[in-house]
């Protein structure tokens, strides 16, 4: 039975960078950094000379469950990977979806910032999410992030929950 999520994952180039940007301009909370050069990590990740650069992230004052991080993210110090380009429509690439109340402000701030965006906000016409707003956009290494804004109705449900 799975019983929650623990956290999402992106491997990234630079640490420093990626540690940097996701605090600076995304706005997450760092919990804590680790270097992991262990035998379980080596058995774990299947790559016998494996050290990682592990950075662990939080939501500002969101409610914390079951576990103190929601992102993570690890860089390769050895074996070092190899960068390609991540196409959202590539088998395998994932994208992490942030729930929003400012998606329009947000949008702004980071464009300002020099973030690349797919599209500004649209809003959704149709299925499950009508009537909010999405937009996505890319994180330092080319990853998909995504901001969904929910309809008035949805948003003022999950903040007087």
């Known amino acids: 039975m799975i019983i929650g999520v623990m ?9 420093e960078k990626s540690v940097a940007w996701y605090t600076d301009v995304l706005g997450l909370g ?12 080596q058995t774990l990740v299947g790559m016998s ?6 950075a662990r992230f939080q939501i500002i ?15 390769y110090v050895a074996p070092i990977g190899q960068v390609i380009p991540l196409k959202t429509n590539s088998p ?11 998606i329009v402000e947000r949008f702004n701030r980071l464009s300002n910032l020099g973030v ?8 959704i ?18 990853e998909t992030l995504e901001f969904l804004q929910p309809s008035p109705e949805n948003l003022e ?3 007087h929950k």
Not at 92 to 102: K, N, T
Not at 116 to 123: A, C, E, G, K, S
């Open 7 to 15: 956290h999402f994952s992106f491997t990234v180039s630079d640490i």
């Open 30 to 41: 760092l919990v804590s950094r680790q270097r992991q050069n262990n035998k379980y990590t």
């Open 125 to 142: 016409t149709e299925g499950t999410n009508r009537g909010g707003m999405v937009c996505y956009f890319q994180g330092p290494d080319g």
């Open 157 to 159: 449900k999950m903040l």
């Open 61 to 75: 004052n969101a409610p914390l469950a079951p576990s103190d991080h929601i992102l993570e993210l690890v860089q």
């Open 116 to 123: 690349i965006f797919r599209n500004p906000p649209v809003l």
């Open 49 to 54: 000379e494996a050290v990682l650069e592990v």
């Open 92 to 102: 395998g690439v994932a994208h992490l979806a942030f729930l929003v109340s400012d």
